[in-house]
Protein backbone atom coordinates (compact mmCIF):
# COMPACT_ATOMS: atom_id res chain seq x y z
CA UNK A 1 0.00 0.00 0.00
CA UNK A 2 1.19 3.37 -1.03
CA UNK A 3 0.30 5.22 2.44
CA UNK A 4 1.39 8.87 0.90
CA UNK A 5 -1.81 8.34 -1.48
CA UNK A 6 -4.30 7.04 1.27
CA UNK A 7 -3.07 10.54 2.91
CA UNK A 8 -2.75 12.50 0.40
CA UNK A 9 -7.09 11.25 -0.95
CA UNK A 10 -9.54 14.15 -0.89
CA UNK A 11 -12.46 11.94 -1.81
CA UNK A 12 -14.48 9.26 -0.02
CA UNK A 13 -14.15 7.45 -3.23
CA UNK A 14 -10.56 7.47 -3.45
CA UNK A 15 -9.90 6.83 0.21
CA UNK A 16 -11.81 3.59 0.28
CA UNK A 17 -10.66 2.37 -2.84
CA UNK A 18 -7.15 2.50 -1.17
CA UNK A 19 -8.62 0.94 2.34
CA UNK A 20 -10.25 -2.04 0.76
CA UNK A 21 -6.76 -3.18 -0.96
CA UNK A 22 -5.47 -2.38 2.74
CA UNK A 23 -7.49 -4.32 4.23
CA UNK A 24 -7.60 -7.56 2.17
CA UNK A 25 -3.89 -7.19 2.13
CA UNK A 26 -3.69 -7.37 6.26
CA UNK A 27 -6.33 -9.49 7.15
CA UNK A 28 -4.66 -12.29 8.91
CA UNK A 29 -4.16 -11.34 12.12
CA UNK A 30 -0.38 -11.93 11.96
CA UNK A 31 0.22 -9.00 10.51
CA UNK A 32 0.64 -6.92 14.03
CA UNK A 33 2.94 -3.87 14.07
CA UNK A 34 3.63 -0.83 11.94
CA UNK A 35 6.80 -2.85 10.28
CA UNK A 36 4.35 -5.38 9.50
CA UNK A 37 1.98 -2.60 7.80
CA UNK A 38 4.93 -1.29 5.74
CA UNK A 39 4.28 2.07 7.61
CA UNK A 40 6.93 3.82 9.42
CA UNK A 41 5.37 5.37 12.71
CA UNK A 42 4.77 8.83 11.15
CA UNK A 43 2.90 6.98 8.44
CA UNK A 44 1.10 4.95 10.85
CA UNK A 45 -0.18 8.42 12.76
CA UNK A 46 -0.92 10.48 10.41
CA UNK A 47 -3.26 7.15 9.12
CA UNK A 48 -4.68 7.05 12.34
CA UNK A 49 -5.28 10.18 12.25
CA UNK A 50 -6.60 10.81 9.16
CA UNK A 51 -8.96 7.76 9.73
CA UNK A 52 -10.26 9.16 12.79
CA UNK A 53 -11.28 12.79 10.84
CA UNK A 54 -13.05 10.44 7.75
CA UNK A 55 -15.40 8.82 10.76
CA UNK A 56 -16.41 12.40 12.53
CA UNK A 57 -17.51 13.94 9.21
CA UNK A 58 -19.83 11.08 9.38
CA UNK A 59 -20.25 9.62 5.98
CA UNK A 60 -22.53 6.58 4.48
CA UNK A 61 -22.79 3.42 6.76
CA UNK A 62 -20.11 1.31 4.28
CA UNK A 63 -17.64 3.49 4.55
CA UNK A 64 -17.35 3.49 8.14
CA UNK A 65 -17.33 -0.05 8.11
CA UNK A 66 -14.33 0.48 6.25
CA UNK A 67 -12.03 2.80 7.87
CA UNK A 68 -13.45 0.75 11.24
CA UNK A 69 -12.11 -2.11 9.35
CA UNK A 70 -8.48 -0.31 8.85
CA UNK A 71 -8.76 1.28 12.64
CA UNK A 72 -9.37 -2.90 13.54
CA UNK A 73 -5.96 -3.97 11.85
CA UNK A 74 -4.08 -0.95 13.24
CA UNK A 75 -4.96 -1.66 16.69
CA UNK A 76 -2.89 -4.72 16.65
CA UNK A 77 0.04 -3.11 17.25
CA UNK A 78 0.27 -3.23 20.70
CA UNK A 79 3.70 -0.64 20.75
CA UNK A 80 1.97 2.45 19.31
CA UNK A 81 -2.06 2.00 20.68
CA UNK A 82 -1.10 3.55 24.16
CA UNK A 83 0.58 6.85 22.40
CA UNK A 84 -1.67 6.97 19.11
CA UNK A 85 -5.14 6.58 21.04
CA UNK A 86 -6.67 9.65 22.81
CA UNK A 87 -9.78 10.08 24.65
CA UNK A 88 -11.65 12.13 22.00
CA UNK A 89 -11.39 9.28 19.90
CA UNK A 90 -12.27 6.13 22.11
CA UNK A 91 -15.54 8.73 22.36
CA UNK A 92 -16.04 8.85 19.00
CA UNK A 93 -15.72 5.26 18.51
CA UNK A 94 -17.83 4.31 21.54
CA UNK A 95 -19.95 6.43 19.50
CA UNK A 96 -20.46 4.46 16.63
CA UNK A 97 -20.80 0.80 18.67
CA UNK A 98 -24.04 2.69 20.02
CA UNK A 99 -22.61 3.13 23.41
CA UNK A 100 -22.83 6.92 24.08
CA UNK A 101 -20.74 9.37 26.74
CA UNK A 102 -22.57 10.29 29.76
CA UNK A 103 -24.90 12.88 28.72
CA UNK A 104 -25.10 12.62 25.16
CA UNK A 105 -28.10 10.96 23.40
CA UNK A 106 -27.45 7.86 21.68
CA UNK A 107 -27.10 8.10 18.05
CA UNK A 108 -29.25 5.30 15.27
CA UNK A 109 -27.93 2.44 15.87
CA UNK A 110 -26.18 1.10 12.22
CA UNK A 111 -25.88 -2.41 13.13
CA UNK A 112 -22.66 -3.04 10.99
CA UNK A 113 -20.91 -0.29 11.67
CA UNK A 114 -21.60 -0.95 15.34
CA UNK A 115 -20.06 -4.13 15.06
CA UNK A 116 -17.54 -3.19 13.59
CA UNK A 117 -16.62 -0.45 16.57
CA UNK A 118 -17.26 -3.56 18.50
CA UNK A 119 -14.38 -5.17 17.34
CA UNK A 120 -12.21 -2.13 17.01
CA UNK A 121 -12.54 -1.59 20.49
CA UNK A 122 -11.71 -4.86 21.68
CA UNK A 123 -8.54 -4.66 20.51
CA UNK A 124 -7.79 -1.20 21.64
CA UNK A 125 -9.01 -1.92 25.11
CA UNK A 126 -6.64 -5.01 25.53
CA UNK A 127 -3.78 -3.38 24.09
CA UNK A 128 -3.79 0.34 25.99
CA UNK A 129 -3.73 1.23 29.64
CA UNK A 130 -5.10 4.13 28.74
CA UNK A 131 -8.10 2.66 26.51
CA UNK A 132 -8.81 0.73 30.14
CA UNK A 133 -8.99 3.97 32.39
CA UNK A 134 -11.49 5.57 29.62
CA UNK A 135 -13.77 2.63 28.28
CA UNK A 136 -14.20 0.29 31.61
CA UNK A 137 -15.70 2.51 33.32
CA UNK A 138 -19.23 1.49 34.83
CA UNK A 139 -21.05 4.29 32.96
CA UNK A 140 -19.94 1.78 30.00
CA UNK A 141 -20.60 -1.00 31.57
CA UNK A 142 -24.39 -0.59 32.21
CA UNK A 143 -25.16 0.72 28.70
CA UNK A 144 -23.28 -2.17 27.26
CA UNK A 145 -26.05 -4.33 29.25
CA UNK A 146 -28.63 -2.18 28.14
CA UNK A 147 -27.93 -3.18 24.78
CA UNK A 148 -27.36 -6.62 25.06
CA UNK A 149 -31.06 -6.74 26.41
CA UNK A 150 -32.48 -5.35 22.97
CA UNK A 151 -34.57 -8.26 21.31
CA UNK A 152 -33.42 -7.34 17.42
CA UNK A 153 -30.20 -7.41 17.80
CA UNK A 154 -28.24 -9.35 14.82
CA UNK A 155 -25.44 -12.24 16.03
CA UNK A 156 -22.87 -10.31 15.20
CA UNK A 157 -23.31 -7.32 17.69
CA UNK A 158 -24.42 -9.27 20.80
CA UNK A 159 -21.29 -11.06 20.39
CA UNK A 160 -19.37 -7.52 19.77
CA UNK A 161 -20.88 -6.14 23.18
CA UNK A 162 -20.58 -9.50 25.08
CA UNK A 163 -16.60 -9.70 24.00
CA UNK A 164 -16.43 -6.38 25.73
CA UNK A 165 -18.26 -6.71 28.61
CA UNK A 166 -16.07 -9.64 28.93
CA UNK A 167 -12.90 -7.44 28.61
CA UNK A 168 -14.46 -4.63 30.75
CA UNK A 169 -15.20 -6.96 33.60
CA UNK A 170 -11.91 -9.13 32.98
CA UNK A 171 -9.30 -5.85 32.94
CA UNK A 172 -10.70 -4.05 35.47
CA UNK A 173 -12.04 -6.35 38.48
CA UNK A 174 -13.96 -3.74 39.82
CA UNK A 175 -16.52 -4.37 37.11
CA UNK A 176 -17.11 -7.89 37.97
CA UNK A 177 -19.13 -7.07 41.28
CA UNK A 178 -20.67 -3.82 39.87
CA UNK A 179 -22.30 -5.94 36.58
CA UNK A 180 -22.98 -8.58 38.59
CA UNK A 181 -24.61 -6.87 41.90
CA UNK A 182 -25.59 -3.41 40.95
CA UNK A 183 -26.87 -4.23 36.87
CA UNK A 184 -27.80 -7.66 37.96
CA UNK A 185 -26.10 -8.63 34.77
CA UNK A 186 -26.74 -12.86 35.23
CA UNK A 187 -30.38 -12.46 34.72
CA UNK A 188 -29.22 -10.20 31.52
CA UNK A 189 -26.96 -13.41 29.93
CA UNK A 190 -29.58 -15.92 30.82
CA UNK A 191 -31.84 -15.72 27.86
CA UNK A 192 -29.01 -15.11 25.73
CA UNK A 193 -28.19 -19.14 26.81
CA UNK A 194 -31.18 -20.84 26.74
CA UNK A 195 -32.05 -19.53 23.51
CA UNK A 196 -29.29 -21.54 22.14
CA UNK A 197 -29.49 -24.47 23.84
CA UNK A 198 -32.70 -25.39 24.42
CA UNK A 199 -32.57 -29.06 24.44
CA UNK A 200 -36.23 -30.20 23.28
CA UNK A 201 -37.19 -32.53 26.21
CA UNK A 202 -40.70 -32.37 24.91
CA UNK A 203 -40.46 -34.26 22.28
CA UNK A 204 -39.05 -37.80 23.40
CA UNK A 205 -38.92 -38.89 19.42
CA UNK A 206 -36.53 -36.61 17.91
CA UNK A 207 -33.10 -35.97 19.48
CA UNK A 208 -32.01 -32.10 20.05
CA UNK A 209 -30.46 -30.35 16.92
CA UNK A 210 -26.78 -30.08 16.70
CA UNK A 211 -25.83 -26.82 17.29
CA UNK A 212 -25.24 -23.83 14.18
CA UNK A 213 -21.81 -22.41 14.06
CA UNK A 214 -23.12 -19.12 15.00
CA UNK A 215 -25.17 -19.67 17.83
CA UNK A 216 -22.08 -22.25 19.10
CA UNK A 217 -20.21 -19.25 18.71
CA UNK A 218 -22.10 -16.98 20.87
CA UNK A 219 -22.70 -19.30 23.23
CA UNK A 220 -18.96 -19.26 24.14
CA UNK A 221 -18.79 -15.66 24.48
CA UNK A 222 -22.07 -15.34 26.64
CA UNK A 223 -19.83 -18.58 29.20
CA UNK A 224 -17.02 -16.29 29.13
CA UNK A 225 -18.68 -13.68 30.42
CA UNK A 226 -20.92 -15.75 32.78
CA UNK A 227 -17.63 -16.67 34.83
CA UNK A 228 -16.41 -13.42 35.34
CA UNK A 229 -19.89 -12.36 36.48
CA UNK A 230 -20.17 -15.23 38.93
CA UNK A 231 -16.59 -15.06 40.29
CA UNK A 232 -17.96 -11.06 41.19
CA UNK A 233 -21.22 -12.49 42.68
CA UNK A 234 -18.88 -15.19 44.82
CA UNK A 235 -15.80 -14.44 47.41
CA UNK A 236 -11.92 -14.73 46.42
CA UNK A 237 -11.33 -18.44 45.90
CA UNK A 238 -7.89 -20.43 45.45
CA UNK A 239 -7.91 -22.60 42.28
CA UNK A 240 -5.94 -25.95 44.12
CA UNK A 241 -7.01 -25.93 47.59
CA UNK A 242 -4.32 -25.26 50.19
CA UNK A 243 -1.91 -27.23 48.77
CA UNK A 244 -0.25 -29.31 50.63
CA UNK A 245 -1.95 -28.62 54.38
CA UNK A 246 -4.05 -31.27 56.59
CA UNK A 247 -7.43 -30.24 54.71
CA UNK A 248 -9.40 -31.19 51.73
CA UNK A 249 -12.09 -28.14 51.43
CA UNK A 250 -11.99 -27.70 47.95
CA UNK A 251 -15.23 -25.99 47.31
CA UNK A 252 -14.45 -22.47 45.35
CA UNK A 253 -17.39 -20.51 46.50
CA UNK A 254 -18.42 -19.73 49.91
CA UNK A 255 -21.99 -20.38 49.76
CA UNK A 256 -22.74 -17.77 52.69
CA UNK A 257 -21.67 -15.18 50.60
CA UNK A 258 -23.83 -15.26 47.98
CA UNK A 259 -27.86 -13.83 48.48
CA UNK A 260 -30.73 -16.08 48.01
CA UNK A 261 -31.60 -14.00 44.69
CA UNK A 262 -28.38 -14.49 42.72
CA UNK A 263 -28.16 -18.37 44.50
CA UNK A 264 -31.17 -18.76 42.43
CA UNK A 265 -29.82 -16.95 39.17
CA UNK A 266 -27.07 -19.02 39.43
CA UNK A 267 -28.68 -22.42 39.76
CA UNK A 268 -30.63 -21.28 36.24
CA UNK A 269 -27.27 -20.48 34.80
CA UNK A 270 -26.43 -24.28 35.93
CA UNK A 271 -29.27 -25.50 34.59
CA UNK A 272 -28.70 -23.96 31.13
CA UNK A 273 -24.99 -25.05 31.07
CA UNK A 274 -26.41 -28.39 32.28
CA UNK A 275 -28.13 -28.31 28.82
CA UNK A 276 -25.00 -27.07 27.00
CA UNK A 277 -22.99 -30.38 28.04
CA UNK A 278 -25.79 -32.42 26.55
CA UNK A 279 -25.74 -30.53 23.36
CA UNK A 280 -23.58 -30.97 20.75
CA UNK A 281 -21.49 -27.96 18.52
CA UNK A 282 -21.36 -28.01 14.54
CA UNK A 283 -17.63 -30.00 15.15
CA UNK A 284 -16.28 -32.00 17.38
CA UNK A 285 -13.80 -29.41 18.20
CA UNK A 286 -16.13 -26.38 18.54
CA UNK A 287 -18.34 -29.13 21.56
CA UNK A 288 -15.05 -29.31 23.32
CA UNK A 289 -14.50 -25.91 23.40
CA UNK A 290 -17.80 -25.01 24.90
CA UNK A 291 -18.00 -27.85 27.26
CA UNK A 292 -14.63 -26.13 28.45
CA UNK A 293 -16.32 -22.85 29.17
CA UNK A 294 -19.26 -24.57 30.76
CA UNK A 295 -16.36 -26.36 33.18
CA UNK A 296 -15.01 -23.18 34.17
CA UNK A 297 -18.28 -21.63 35.16
CA UNK A 298 -19.02 -24.72 37.39
CA UNK A 299 -16.22 -23.91 38.98
CA UNK A 300 -17.36 -20.95 40.65
CA UNK A 301 -20.89 -20.92 41.65
CA UNK A 302 -21.62 -22.06 45.12
CA UNK A 303 -22.30 -25.82 45.83
CA UNK A 304 -25.64 -25.19 46.57
CA UNK A 305 -26.40 -24.69 43.01
CA UNK A 306 -24.25 -27.63 41.66
CA UNK A 307 -27.93 -29.66 42.55
CA UNK A 308 -28.97 -28.55 39.38
CA UNK A 309 -26.52 -30.86 37.27
CA UNK A 310 -28.26 -33.43 38.27
CA UNK A 311 -32.15 -33.14 38.28
CA UNK A 312 -34.53 -35.88 39.54
CA UNK A 313 -35.02 -37.92 36.85
CA UNK A 314 -37.68 -37.00 33.82
CA UNK A 315 -38.57 -40.01 30.96
CA UNK A 316 -39.91 -37.01 28.91
CA UNK A 317 -36.46 -35.90 28.13
CA UNK A 318 -35.09 -39.39 27.45
CA UNK A 319 -32.34 -38.72 25.13
CA UNK A 320 -29.57 -36.27 24.64
CA UNK A 321 -27.03 -35.22 22.24
CA UNK A 322 -26.95 -34.63 18.69
CA UNK A 323 -28.38 -36.06 16.09
CA UNK A 324 -25.48 -38.36 14.89
CA UNK A 325 -24.98 -39.09 18.77
CA UNK A 326 -28.08 -39.77 20.06
CA UNK A 327 -27.97 -41.33 23.59
CA UNK A 328 -30.69 -42.67 26.70
CA UNK A 329 -29.40 -40.67 30.18
CA UNK A 330 -27.82 -42.25 33.05
CA UNK A 331 -30.08 -42.78 35.50
CA UNK A 332 -28.42 -43.47 39.14
CA UNK A 333 -31.00 -43.28 42.05
CA UNK A 334 -33.91 -41.36 40.37
CA UNK A 335 -31.41 -39.05 39.51
CA UNK A 336 -30.32 -37.68 35.80
CA UNK A 337 -26.40 -37.81 35.83
CA UNK A 338 -26.32 -37.14 31.91
CA UNK A 339 -24.54 -34.19 32.65
CA UNK A 340 -21.72 -35.67 34.70
CA UNK A 341 -21.16 -38.79 31.86
CA UNK A 342 -20.31 -35.74 29.42
CA UNK A 343 -17.67 -34.17 31.89
CA UNK A 344 -16.02 -37.46 33.02
CA UNK A 345 -15.58 -37.83 29.24
CA UNK A 346 -14.35 -34.53 28.62
CA UNK A 347 -12.01 -35.33 31.67
CA UNK A 348 -10.63 -38.90 29.82
CA UNK A 349 -10.86 -37.16 26.53
CA UNK A 350 -8.01 -34.61 27.92
CA UNK A 351 -6.05 -37.13 29.72
CA UNK A 352 -5.67 -39.05 26.53
CA UNK A 353 -4.77 -36.24 24.46
CA UNK A 354 -1.51 -36.42 25.77
CA UNK A 355 -2.49 -32.80 28.14
CA UNK A 356 -1.69 -34.05 31.33
CA UNK A 357 1.01 -31.89 32.32
CA UNK A 358 -1.46 -28.47 31.42
CA UNK A 359 -2.54 -27.44 34.37
CA UNK A 360 -4.54 -25.01 32.09
CA UNK A 361 -6.51 -27.40 30.82
CA UNK A 362 -6.89 -29.72 33.55
CA UNK A 363 -7.40 -27.67 36.67
CA UNK A 364 -11.11 -26.72 36.33
CA UNK A 365 -12.29 -30.00 35.19
CA UNK A 366 -10.48 -31.96 38.65
CA UNK A 367 -11.80 -29.02 40.99
CA UNK A 368 -15.17 -29.01 39.53
CA UNK A 369 -15.39 -33.13 40.26
CA UNK A 370 -13.54 -32.29 43.53
CA UNK A 371 -16.13 -29.83 44.86
CA UNK A 372 -19.57 -31.22 43.31
CA UNK A 373 -18.05 -35.11 44.52
CA UNK A 374 -17.68 -33.36 48.37
CA UNK A 375 -21.09 -31.95 48.03
CA UNK A 376 -23.24 -34.65 46.86
CA UNK A 377 -22.69 -38.69 48.13
CA UNK A 378 -24.92 -39.65 45.12
CA UNK A 379 -22.81 -37.97 42.72
CA UNK A 380 -19.94 -39.37 44.72
CA UNK A 381 -21.07 -42.75 44.27
CA UNK A 382 -22.01 -42.19 40.41
CA UNK A 383 -18.45 -40.68 39.86
CA UNK A 384 -16.71 -43.64 41.77
CA UNK A 385 -18.75 -46.57 39.51
CA UNK A 386 -17.15 -44.58 36.48
CA UNK A 387 -13.85 -44.22 38.10
CA UNK A 388 -13.17 -46.47 40.64
CA UNK A 389 -14.93 -49.86 39.46
CA UNK A 390 -14.43 -52.81 41.33
CA UNK A 391 -11.18 -54.66 41.34
CA UNK A 392 -10.79 -57.65 38.57
CA UNK A 393 -7.16 -56.94 36.45
CA UNK A 394 -4.63 -56.85 39.36
CA UNK A 395 -1.84 -57.89 37.06
CA UNK A 396 -0.60 -54.22 35.73
CA UNK A 397 0.18 -50.97 38.03
CA UNK A 398 -2.61 -48.75 38.83
CA UNK A 399 -1.14 -45.93 36.40
CA UNK A 400 -1.33 -48.23 33.41
CA UNK A 401 -3.53 -48.09 30.62
CA UNK A 402 -5.76 -45.56 29.44
CA UNK A 403 -8.66 -45.85 31.55
CA UNK A 404 -10.04 -43.22 33.94
CA UNK A 405 -8.64 -44.57 37.16
CA UNK A 406 -4.76 -45.00 35.22
CA UNK A 407 -4.71 -41.63 33.96
CA UNK A 408 -5.69 -39.97 37.27
CA UNK A 409 -3.14 -42.67 39.45
CA UNK A 410 -0.54 -41.37 36.78
CA UNK A 411 -1.39 -37.89 37.39
CA UNK A 412 -0.30 -38.08 41.27
CA UNK A 413 3.35 -38.06 40.35
CA UNK A 414 2.72 -35.50 38.23
CA UNK A 415 5.60 -32.39 38.65
CA UNK A 416 2.73 -29.96 38.41
CA UNK A 417 1.78 -29.41 42.01
CA UNK A 418 -1.65 -28.41 41.09
CA UNK A 419 -2.41 -31.53 39.27
CA UNK A 420 -0.97 -33.63 41.31
CA UNK A 421 -2.75 -32.41 44.36
CA UNK A 422 -6.27 -31.99 42.60
CA UNK A 423 -5.80 -35.83 41.18
CA UNK A 424 -4.60 -37.30 44.31
CA UNK A 425 -7.43 -35.52 46.52
CA UNK A 426 -10.17 -36.38 43.86
CA UNK A 427 -9.16 -40.16 44.23
CA UNK A 428 -9.39 -40.19 48.19
CA UNK A 429 -12.38 -37.99 48.16
CA UNK A 430 -13.96 -40.36 45.71
CA UNK A 431 -12.62 -43.49 48.44
CA UNK A 432 -14.35 -42.34 51.19
CA UNK A 433 -11.39 -40.43 52.45
CA UNK A 434 -10.01 -43.84 53.50
CA UNK A 435 -6.57 -44.37 53.15
CA UNK A 436 -6.67 -48.39 53.30
CA UNK A 437 -9.06 -47.89 49.73
CA UNK A 438 -6.84 -44.65 48.37
CA UNK A 439 -4.10 -47.43 48.81
CA UNK A 440 -6.38 -50.62 47.21
CA UNK A 441 -6.82 -47.97 44.23
CA UNK A 442 -3.38 -46.60 43.54
CA UNK A 443 -0.85 -47.86 45.60
CA UNK A 444 1.13 -46.55 48.37
CA UNK A 445 3.86 -45.27 46.48
CA UNK A 446 1.64 -43.17 44.28
CA UNK A 447 -0.54 -41.60 46.94
CA UNK A 448 1.98 -41.32 49.70
CA UNK A 449 2.97 -37.72 48.83
CA UNK A 450 -1.07 -36.84 49.52
CA UNK A 451 -0.58 -39.02 52.58
CA UNK A 452 2.05 -37.11 54.45
CA UNK A 453 0.42 -33.80 53.27
CA UNK A 454 -2.69 -34.48 55.11
CA UNK A 455 -1.11 -36.48 58.12
CA UNK A 456 -2.26 -39.87 57.18
CA UNK A 457 0.74 -42.01 56.59
CA UNK A 458 0.21 -44.29 59.47
CA UNK A 459 -3.16 -44.98 57.90
CA UNK A 460 -6.73 -43.94 59.30
CA UNK A 461 -9.15 -41.68 57.89
CA UNK A 462 -9.54 -37.84 57.64
CA UNK A 463 -12.70 -37.23 58.98
CA UNK A 464 -13.84 -39.00 62.16
CA UNK A 465 -17.58 -38.83 61.06
CA UNK A 466 -19.00 -42.53 61.23
CA UNK A 467 -20.03 -44.06 57.97
CA UNK A 468 -23.55 -46.26 57.35
CA UNK A 469 -22.62 -49.96 56.62
CA UNK A 470 -24.41 -51.24 53.75
CA UNK A 471 -25.71 -55.10 53.11
CA UNK A 472 -22.44 -55.31 51.11
CA UNK A 473 -19.70 -54.98 53.27
CA UNK A 474 -16.97 -56.03 50.39
CA UNK A 475 -17.53 -55.12 46.97
CA UNK A 476 -13.64 -56.86 45.42
CA UNK A 477 -14.54 -59.35 42.91
CA UNK A 478 -13.45 -62.80 42.90
CA UNK A 479 -10.22 -62.58 40.54
CA UNK A 480 -9.41 -59.75 43.53
CA UNK A 481 -9.73 -62.09 46.17
CA UNK A 482 -7.66 -64.79 44.39
CA UNK A 483 -4.92 -62.60 44.43
CA UNK A 484 -5.33 -60.19 47.06
CA UNK A 485 -2.59 -61.54 49.54
CA UNK A 486 -0.09 -61.35 46.60
CA UNK A 487 -0.87 -57.84 46.06
CA UNK A 488 1.86 -55.51 46.94
CA UNK A 489 0.41 -52.69 48.81
CA UNK A 490 3.37 -49.94 47.61
CA UNK A 491 3.14 -50.86 43.74
CA UNK A 492 -0.44 -51.70 43.73
CA UNK A 493 -0.79 -54.66 41.65
CA UNK A 494 -0.04 -58.41 41.40
CA UNK A 495 3.55 -59.64 42.11
CA UNK A 496 3.96 -63.77 41.97
CA UNK A 497 6.81 -65.54 44.39
CA UNK A 498 10.19 -64.80 43.29
CA UNK A 499 13.20 -66.71 44.24
CA UNK A 500 15.31 -65.54 47.15
CA UNK A 501 18.09 -63.76 45.78
CA UNK A 502 20.49 -65.14 48.62
CA UNK A 503 19.34 -68.79 48.79
CA UNK A 504 22.11 -69.78 47.62
CA UNK A 505 24.56 -67.35 49.37
CA UNK A 506 27.07 -68.43 52.12
CA UNK A 507 26.85 -66.87 55.11
CA UNK A 508 30.25 -64.41 54.30
CA UNK A 509 28.38 -63.38 51.11
CA UNK A 510 25.44 -62.50 52.92
CA UNK A 511 27.49 -60.66 55.35
CA UNK A 512 29.66 -58.72 52.76
CA UNK A 513 26.39 -57.95 50.77
CA UNK A 514 24.72 -56.55 53.92
CA UNK A 515 28.09 -54.21 55.18
CA UNK A 516 28.20 -52.97 51.38
CA UNK A 517 24.42 -51.56 51.25
CA UNK A 518 24.89 -50.13 55.31
CA UNK A 519 27.99 -48.23 53.76
CA UNK A 520 26.03 -47.25 50.71
CA UNK A 521 23.45 -45.76 53.11
CA UNK A 522 25.85 -43.91 54.66
CA UNK A 523 27.45 -42.45 52.03
CA UNK A 524 23.78 -40.95 50.81
CA UNK A 525 23.07 -39.47 54.55
CA UNK A 526 26.63 -37.95 55.13
CA UNK A 527 26.31 -36.30 51.61
CA UNK A 528 22.70 -34.84 52.06
CA UNK A 529 21.24 -36.81 49.45
CA UNK A 530 18.44 -38.76 51.21
CA UNK A 531 17.51 -38.14 55.26
CA UNK A 532 16.11 -40.86 57.40
CA UNK A 533 12.37 -40.23 58.62
CA UNK A 534 9.63 -42.03 60.50
CA UNK A 535 5.98 -41.44 60.81
CA UNK A 536 5.04 -38.82 63.74
CA UNK A 537 2.46 -38.47 66.00
CA UNK A 538 0.90 -35.87 63.34
CA UNK A 539 0.98 -39.04 61.10
CA UNK A 540 3.71 -36.56 59.07
CA UNK A 541 7.32 -37.84 57.75
CA UNK A 542 9.90 -36.72 60.94
CA UNK A 543 13.68 -36.69 60.69
CA UNK A 544 15.12 -38.91 62.49
CA UNK A 545 18.42 -37.93 64.07
CA UNK A 546 19.00 -40.99 65.86
CA UNK A 547 19.50 -44.46 64.99
CA UNK A 548 17.28 -45.82 68.07
CA UNK A 549 14.70 -43.70 66.70
CA UNK A 550 14.03 -46.05 64.03
CA UNK A 551 12.38 -48.72 66.42
CA UNK A 552 10.70 -46.18 68.10
CA UNK A 553 8.76 -45.11 65.02
CA UNK A 554 8.37 -48.57 63.72
CA UNK A 555 6.75 -49.20 66.75
CA UNK A 556 4.34 -46.38 66.51
CA UNK A 557 3.38 -47.07 62.81
CA UNK A 558 2.48 -50.77 63.71
CA UNK A 559 0.22 -49.44 66.45
CA UNK A 560 -1.53 -46.86 64.38
CA UNK A 561 -2.29 -49.35 61.79
CA UNK A 562 -3.55 -51.84 63.63
CA UNK A 563 -7.06 -52.87 63.23
CA UNK A 564 -9.55 -51.75 65.60
CA UNK A 565 -12.92 -53.59 66.19
CA UNK A 566 -14.83 -50.40 64.69
CA UNK A 567 -12.40 -49.59 62.37
CA UNK A 568 -14.71 -51.27 58.93
CA UNK A 569 -16.35 -49.45 56.37
CA UNK A 570 -18.62 -50.52 53.12
CA UNK A 571 -16.86 -50.76 50.52
CA UNK A 572 -19.80 -50.64 48.00
CA UNK A 573 -20.32 -46.99 47.87
Known sequence: MDISKFTSATSEEETISILCYFNEKFA?????????????????FDTWHKLLFWLGSRGSEEAACTYLNTLRILSRDRNLMNQVVTEQDLGLLMEYAGLPEPGLEAVLLQHKAATEACLCLSNIIYQSNTAQSICCSPHYVKKTLQRLQQQDLPHSLIVGYTRLMFLMTALVPQNRKVAALEYNALPVMLPLISAQASVNA??????????????GERVVEVLKLCYNLCVGLSSPYSSAGDGGGGSLKMAMVVDSSVSSEHEQ???CLVDRVRQLLLATAHTHQHTQIMHSHCINVLVCVPTTALAALTPPYSSSGSWWGGASQRRKPAVFKDADMSALVQILSFLHARLNAGEAQSSENLTPVLTMLVTVCQSSSKVRQFVRQRVLPPLKDVTHRPEEGNSLRGRLVKLMTSPVMELKHLSATLLFVLCKQSVERLIKYSGYGNCAGLLASLGLLAGGELST??????ESEDSDTEEYHRVRHMVNPVTGCYEPVRPNPMENMSEEQKEYEAIKLVNTLDKLIRSGDIKPC?????????????????QDSACFTRASTDPQPDDQHSDSD
Not at 29 to 40: I, L, Q, R, V, Y
Not at 205 to 210: E, G, H, K, Q, Y
Not at 465 to 470: A, F, I, K, N
Open 28 to 44: SPSFNDAGKFEMSESQF
Open 202 to 215: DNTSNPPPTMQREA
Open 265 to 267: HMR
Open 465 to 470: ETHEQS
Open 534 to 550: GVGADGKPQPLEHVMQL
